[in-house]
Nanobody, 121 residues
Framework: QVQLAESGGGLVQVGDSLRLSCAAS????????LGWFRQAPGKEREFVAA????????YYADSVKGRFTISRDNAKNTVYLQMNSLKPEDTAVYYC??????????????WGQGTQVTVSS
């Protein structure tokens, strides 16, 4: 079981880069697959990226493919989301999640509280 806490959000401009972090507490972090989701005002939560337990396989939503990169550092119990070439449509609250399965749906077992990312234009 793990507890997750996101950080690194903020206000940026179109084309900027930002790296989100999600720090985990608890044990067996290295045994979980990880994911990032986002929710914009008035919209449903949507999948952004997922990373396998091993860290060798990743899956991205079409909207962020080629711009975002998910990675993990098990020694630091942290998962990252590197976001490049940011667009106004990337504005949302970003959530990290963990589960025993490598998945892209909304059924992750553990969730963080979210961090706000705002891209101005």
């Amino acid at each position: 079981q793990v507890q997750l806490a996101e950080s690194g959000g903020g206000l940026v401009q179109v084309g900027d880069s930002l790296r989100l972090s999600c720090a985990a507490s608890g044990h067996t972090f290295s045994s979980y697959a990880l994911g990032w989701f986002r929710q914009a005002p008035g919209k449903e939560r949507e999948f952004v990226a997922a990373l396998s337990v091993s860290g060798r396989s990743a899956y991205y939503a079409d909207s962020v493919k080629g711009r975002f990169t998910i990675s993990r550092d098990n020694a630091k119990n942290t998962v990252y989301l590197q976001m490049n070439s940011l667009k106004p449509e990337d504005t949302a609250v970003y959530y990290c999640a963990a589960d025993v399965l490598f998945r892209s749906d909304n059924d992750y077992a553990y969730w963080g509280q979210g961090t706000q990312v705002t891209v101005s234009s």
